[in-house]
């Protein structure tokens, strides 16, 4: 089937209901549909948008085009919760009809202002030539749940010096003001973030633009995202154009930050270490956190990349989200590590304590869905790991390899092969003496949180349904293992 431009920006109003039945069947009829992480009815889904909590519900939208695995006109759905394990659909909540956003609401963020919750986003335009012309819009969701968007944008021009790549507003308010700052290209082709303030949401000023020390960093800056945590200042953002360096920016695309002083908002000076990136495996991008009630600052990510092919695509879907991940600091690093209450999909469990050497299974550890922490101490062995998702010929590997001292994640025998181009081997150095694997297992997907979340790795799988197996093994010597399993249904 080809995506022509026509396709790709055909609106789901425009669209015969049965086109839309016969791919909601194709979708369902997908081996790979995940059992608990937020995914798209049918289409693709890219970037979390307006994380936000409001009225005793955790908000959560996304980047979404209904008819196809493939990026075209682009939707925000809205998902909500009350604990961020158990999600309900709410529908569409920004629909692309708007001569600000024809061409795709593009992403954005959320905050509540005056009892309601304001959406922040970029409207993507295009005119007869394809040339882009980006607005920032506002859209505003009452206690009722119902989503108006404003009839003009709250943006409408691109600072000078800057190309039309201008996108993602994330905002926060800081005293009486709030703020907002926006992805960016300079006309030399390089990224950077760009500061705004307003005093009510809906009346803008440029301030200028965010100084760095990463003046030639990538050639746009997508998804900025700042914060603070234990009086440090702490920018997210995901820069495009990075060559691979080592183990490090391996992927098309990346995403990190950076930790530093808290901003000047009146100076624009952001004083930093160095460029660290979140997450070190193969499907993540574009993560957006929120401050909640309970006082902790929650990621979620796409756990996917822009200009891939995925094994779903030919059942009509791409994508979903990562599960949500609790932001701290320690040593000037950010850790994440799942959200507590994620502890409520646990089913059955299974504890094992045991000495292990070569490779070692463990009766009645198996399945397509869990949960599992395994410790290992006390090894001499080379290297030492486990097995996910093992069949006949597939097997998903993580492993520390004590000479290098580096975790590693294998995917060359997972599945269905996809990325191939991009490797299919991630790793990154870990100094520790003890090693802790905390390990989601979806039906296509592995999440894997190292030493309480000093490092994350973060992979789509697609392995055959019967590819269950779960083994540990420690080769040239051994190590003694503790591991805990429950089941997720």
């Known amino acids: 089937m080809e995506w022509t431009k026509e396709r790709r ?24 549909r995940q059992k608990f992480h937020i995914q798209p009815v049918t289409g693709l889904l890219n970037d979390p948008n307006g994380f936000s909590f409001y009225e005793g519900e955790y908000h959560l939208f996304y980047q979404w085009f209904p008819l196809g695995p493939v990026h075209g006109l682009k939707y925000w759905y809205h998902t909500k919760s009350k604990d961020l394990v158990h999600w309900e659909n709410a529908g569409i909540a920004i629909e692309p009809y708007d001569y600000f956003d024809s061409h795709g609401a593009y992403s954005g963020s959320a905050i509540e202002n005056n009892g309601k919750l304001y959406l922040m986003y970029t409207g993507n335009t295009r005119d007869e030539n394809w040339v882009r012309k980006p607005y920032q819009c506002i859209a505003i969701m009452d206690l009722g749940g119902s989503i108006t968007k404003m009839n003009k944008p709250v943006i409408s021009t691109v600072p000078t010096g800057y190309t039309e790549h201008f996108r993602d507003p994330k905002v926060w308010k800081a005293g009486e003001s709030f703020y907002a700052i926006i992805g960016a290209q300079r006309f030399d082709e390089t990224g950077c973030v760009l500061l705004y303030s307003s005093p009510n949401m809906m009346d803008w000023q440029f301030e200028g633009e965010i100084n760095t020390n990463m003046r030639h960093f990538g050639y746009m800056w997508e998804c900025p995202d700042y914060f603070e945590i234990n009086n440090k200042g702490i920018l997210i953002f995901s820069p495009q154009g990075i060559l691979p360096k080592e183990d490090e920016f391996q992927n098309i695309y990346q995403s990190g930050y950076l930790i530093g002083d808290k901003l000047d908002l009146a100076e624009k000076n952001f004083v930093h270490g160095s460029f660290t990136e979140l997450d070190r495996g193969f499907d993540f991008y574009a993560p957006q956190t929120m401050f909640d009630p309970k006082g902790r600052r929650i990621l979620s990510g796409w756990m996917g990349l822009p200009e891939i092919d995925y094994p779903t695509d030919r059942y009509g879907w791409a994508h979903c989200l990562t599960l949500p991940r609790d932001i701290t600091i320690r040593d000037n690093k950010l850790l994440q590590t799942p959200v507590s209450e994620l502890k409520k999909l646990r089913g059955e469990k299974i504890t094992v304590e045991t000495i292990i050497y070569g490779i070692h299974a463990i009766d009645d550890f198996h399945g397509e869905s869990y949960e599992l922490i395994a410790e290992f101490t006390e090894a001499d062995a080379d290297e030492f790991g486990i097995e996910l998702r093992v069949g006949e010929q597939e097997k998903t590997i993580v492993k520390f390899e004590k000479a290098t001292k580096k975790i590693v994640l294998d995917r060359t025998f997972s599945g269905q092969p996809f990325a191939e181009k991009f490797g299919t081997i991630r790793k990154c150095h870990l100094d520790a003496e003890k090693i802790k694997f905390h390990i989601f297992v979806d039906v296509s997907s592995v999440e894997v949180f190292i030493n309480d979340g000093e490092e994350v790795f973060t992979a789509r799988i697609f392995p055959k349904k019967e590819s269950t197996g779960i083994r540990f093994f420690a080769n040239e010597g051994q190590a003694n293992l503790r591991v805990v399993k429950w089941t997720i249904d």
């Open 9 to 32: 920006y055909k609106r789901l109003d425009e669209t015969e209901e049965k086109e839309i039945h016969e791919l909601s069947k194709r979708v369902n009829e997908c081996p790979w």
